[in-house]
């Protein structure tokens, strides 16, 4: 049985055996290029080999490597390939000889560099002598923020510089992710610290402590520069440019460069005649490393600044953002959100499908879980007794995801299941609330699908995309899009405010609100006057990309107990492009306690 190793291909499977996700999320790219390369798709889910830990990914750094490596062959030189190395989640299992950790451990820590690249994905494998417990106050965002980056600067300045209290060492880019995190390491060493940086970013770097900050766009005040210890260097990339740095350096002073470049011929002699030392360094995923970056984290000494978190999505975006160069510290990819979906549907195919491994929800489902089902009481157990019954009902149900969403402790889920072979079948959405990384609470509407709405009630215009960096396609403007429009048009009926929000290019795929054929306005006339004493009570919003999701309470008159009801929609450039819909009417009784909102 063959496995291939994280050392050949970034990701470890085994084909004929996958553990709890046959697979998992990850941003792949085919070809070398643009971000346009960059896509979000299904991988075989990795295990561990000995000596190697399996760990769910939460976030994972990005860094100048990954968008140089996307691009062009740096450091890395095969396809399809899986970028990141920054890690930082929860241990899933361990391989043989594993003595370290254990599933469950918080961790964080760098793949080995450059082959053992994947963590832009849900899962990775890696060396368990590659990572070191999380340190404790610090989030899994800022500590991806840390290992590559922070790894280099440490490796640079005190393994082979061997920087001193009271050495004056001058560190280049120190607004970018190394130099951000160099400053802070250099200063635990009690050094003098002078940094460059552009103008616009002098006031952040002096408040990681640099002592002294110059403009890199001023070369008489760089060329006044002498006596200088040590100089980290992570941008020249010629004999000019190295030899400007050279020229600040005091005899015996030492050249850190950070980039994979040779020296030219006689340079390296020149070097020696004037007194210093050279060296290249790449960054090694050394234990000692990162566990020193965990005391200087955990001591307060270390602090990441995090510009941008994107989710696995956009990581495309992240991308931009980085080359742009505009961003100040690290840019963070968070990976647990999609995550959450990736259990939510993984947990309902196991309750629901003939051949779901009911396991599934001992693993992922709390002790104290809350349905808002009103045919299913509260808990695991009952949830797996539900299930039982419904695949007993329906032997041959099947489910197939349409759109799925996360946000923060939510999840969302909108899908087609069909119970018996050859009906309409059903349009489900399911919610979820995550709480310590497992389902806690559910909320579900189901609508049967008329037979004449069959055919469009699960099209779409197409897939979920991010747009570029500084466009408005972006999570939170998007919700905001549509929490106006509920509350204008459908809380407060004004069908004139209708123009504002729905693109020319509306599409609707609603089942619950009846269509004329006539357009949104029409549709929406006709259904409040149907319903002269409706009243519409959004209860949570949801979103991701463009994708946002409503639910809300809808009762027909005061005496109503009324129906659940989930609106989802597609924003693009702020305009709604699309709708979809399902309502499910509040039984007077139920299996539990609870409400369905």
């Given at each position: 049985?063959a496995i291939?190793?994280?050392?050949?291909f970034?990701l470890?499977y085994?084909?004929e055996?996958?553990?709890d996700?046959?697979t998992?999320?990850?941003v792949q790219?085919e070809?070398l290029g643009?971000?346009?390369?960059?896509?979000?798709?299904?991988?075989?889910?990795?295990?561990?080999?000995?000596?190697?830990?399996?760990?769910?990914?939460h976030a994972?750094?990005?860094?100048a490597t990954?968008w140089?490596?996307?691009?062009?062959?740096?450091?890395?030189?095969?396809?399809?390939?899986?970028l990141g190395?920054?890690?930082?989640g929860?241990?899933?299992?361990?391989g043989?000889?594993?003595?370290?950790?254990a599933?469950g451990?918080?961790v964080?820590?760098?793949?080995?560099y450059p082959?053992g690249?994947?963590?832009?994905a849900q899962?990775?494998?890696?060396?368990?002598?590659?990572f070191?417990p999380?340190?404790?106050?610090?989030?899994?965002?800022h500590?991806?923020?840390?290992?590559?980056?922070?790894m280099?600067a440490y490796?640079s300045?005190?393994d082979t510089?061997?920087?001193e209290s009271?050495?004056?060492v001058?560190i280049?880019g120190a607004?970018?992710g190394?130099g951000?995190?160099a400053?802070?390491i250099?200063k635990s060493q009690?050094?003098?610290?002078i940094a460059?940086?552009?103008?616009?970013k002098?006031?952040?770097?002096?408040s990681?402590?640099a002592d002294?900050?110059?403009?890199?766009?001023?070369?008489?005040?760089l060329?006044?520069?002498r006596d200088v210890?040590?100089?980290?260097?992570?941008?020249?990339l010629?004999r000019?440019?190295?030899?400007?740095?050279a020229?600040?350096?005091?005899?015996g002073?030492t050249l850190?460069s950070l980039?994979?470049?040779?020296?030219e011929?006689?340079?390296?002699?020149e070097?020696a005649q004037?007194?210093i030392?050279?060296?290249?360094?790449?960054?090694?995923?050394?234990?000692?490393?990162?566990?020193?970056?965990?005391?200087?984290a955990k001591?307060?000494?270390?602090?990441?600044h995090?510009?941008?978190?994107?989710?696995?999505s956009?990581t495309?975006?992240a991308h931009?953002l980085?080359?742009s160069?505009?961003?100040?510290?690290?840019?963070?990819?968070s990976?647990?959100?999609?995550?959450?979906?990736a259990i939510?549907?993984n947990?309902?195919?196991?309750?629901?499908?003939?051949e779901g491994?009911?396991?599934q929800?001992?693993t992922h489902?709390?002790?104290?879980y809350?349905q808002?089902?009103?045919?299913a009481p509260d808990g695991p157990?009952?949830?797996?007794a539900?299930?039982?019954a419904?695949?007993q009902?329906f032997p041959?149900?099947?489910?197939t995801?349409?759109h799925?969403?996360?946000d923060?402790d939510f999840?969302l889920?909108?899908?087609?299941?069909?119970?018996v072979p050859?009906?309409?079948g059903?349009?489900?959405?399911?919610?979820?609330?995550?709480?310590?990384?497992?389902?806690?609470e559910h909320?579900?509407?189901?609508?049967?699908i008329?037979e004449?709405?069959?055919?469009?009630?699960?099209?779409?215009l197409s897939e979920?995309?991010?747009?570029e960096?500084?466009?408005r396609?972006?999570t939170?403007q998007n919700?905001?899009?549509?929490?106006d429009?509920?509350d204008?048009?459908?809380?407060q009926?004004?069908l004139?405010t209708?123009d504002?929000?729905?693109?020319?290019?509306?599409?609707?795929?609603?089942?619950?609100?009846?269509?004329?054929?006539?357009?949104l306005?029409?549709?929406?006339a006709?259904?409040?006057e149907?319903n002269?004493?409706?009243?519409?009570?959004?209860?949570?919003?949801?979103?991701?990309?463009?994708?946002?999701?409503?639910h809300?309470?809808y009762t027909l008159?005061?005496e109503?107990?009324?129906l659940?009801?989930?609106?989802?929609?597609?924003?693009r450039?702020?305009?709604?492009?699309?709708?979809?819909s399902?309502?499910?009417?509040?039984p007077?009784?139920?299996?539990?306690?609870?409400?369905?909102f």
């Amino acid at each position: 049985m063959a496995i291939k190793t994280s050392y050949e291909f970034g990701l470890a499977y085994d084909n004929e055996v996958m553990t709890d996700l046959e697979t998992m999320k990850a941003v792949q790219q085919e070809s070398l290029g643009s971000t346009d390369v960059l896509h979000l798709v299904d991988v075989p889910k990795p295990r561990p080999g000995i000596g190697e830990v399996l760990i769910a990914v939460h976030a994972s750094g990005l860094n100048a490597t990954d968008w140089a490596n996307r691009a062009r062959v740096t450091t890395v030189d095969r396809l399809p390939l899986v970028l990141g190395w920054d890690v930082a989640g929860v241990v899933e299992s361990v391989g043989v000889g594993v003595s370290l950790f254990a599933p469950g451990d918080e961790v964080f820590g760098m793949l080995p560099y450059p082959n053992g690249v994947g963590a832009h994905a849900q899962y990775v494998v890696g060396p368990a002598r590659a990572f070191a417990p999380k340190p404790a106050g610090i989030d899994h965002v800022h500590a991806a923020a840390l290992p590559l980056a922070a790894m280099t600067a440490y490796q640079s300045l005190i393994d082979t510089a061997g920087i001193e209290s009271g050495q004056r060492v001058l560190i280049h880019g120190a607004s970018g992710g190394v130099g951000h995190l160099a400053v802070q390491i250099a200063k635990s060493q009690g050094a003098f610290v002078i940094a460059t940086a552009s103008a616009s970013k002098h006031e952040f770097v002096k408040s990681l402590g640099a002592d002294e900050v110059i403009d890199y766009h001023s070369a008489d005040l760089l060329l006044g520069l002498r006596d200088v210890d040590v100089v980290l260097d992570p941008v020249s990339l010629d004999r000019e440019s190295r030899g400007r740095s050279a020229r600040m350096l005091r005899r015996g002073g030492t050249l850190v460069s950070l980039l994979p470049q040779p020296l030219e011929d006689g340079e390296a002699a020149e070097f020696a005649q004037r007194g210093i030392r050279f060296a290249a360094v790449i960054v090694e995923a050394d234990s000692s490393s990162i566990r020193a970056v965990a005391a200087l984290a955990k001591g307060g000494q270390l602090r990441p600044h995090v510009d941008a978190v994107f989710p696995l999505s956009e990581t495309a975006a992240a991308h931009r953002l980085g080359e742009s160069g505009s961003a100040k510290g690290k840019i963070v990819i968070s990976v647990a959100e999609t995550r959450k979906h990736a259990i939510s549907a993984n947990v309902l195919r196991s309750v629901f499908e003939p051949e779901g491994d009911i396991s599934q929800v001992d693993t992922h489902v709390r002790p104290d879980y809350i349905q808002h089902n009103p045919l299913a009481p509260d808990g695991p157990e009952a949830m797996k007794a539900f299930g039982a019954a419904w695949k007993q009902q329906f032997p041959e149900a099947t489910y197939t995801e349409e759109h799925g969403l996360t946000d923060g402790d939510f999840a969302l889920l909108h899908s087609h299941g069909v119970t018996v072979p050859g009906t309409p079948g059903l349009a489900v959405f399911d919610i979820f609330r995550f709480q310590d990384g497992k389902i806690a609470e559910h909320w579900d509407i189901l609508q049967e699908i008329p037979e004449a709405l069959a055919d469009d009630a699960f099209d779409a215009l197409s897939e979920p995309e991010a747009r570029e960096v500084g466009q408005r396609l972006y999570t939170r403007q998007n919700a905001e899009v549509v929490r106006d429009f509920v509350d204008q048009v459908l809380v407060q009926k004004n069908l004139d405010t209708i123009d504002a929000f729905a693109s020319p290019q509306y599409r609707e795929h609603s089942l619950h609100v009846p269509q004329t054929g006539r357009g949104l306005r029409a549709d929406l006339a006709g259904y409040f006057e149907t319903n002269p004493e409706l009243s519409v009570v959004p209860k949570r919003v949801i979103a991701e990309g463009g994708l946002v999701a409503v639910h809300s309470h809808y009762t027909l008159s005061p005496e109503d107990r009324g129906l659940s009801v989930v609106d989802l929609f597609r924003v693009r450039d702020l305009r709604i492009v699309e709708h979809w819909s399902a309502a499910q009417a509040v039984p007077e009784v139920a299996a539990n306690d609870n409400t369905m909102f």
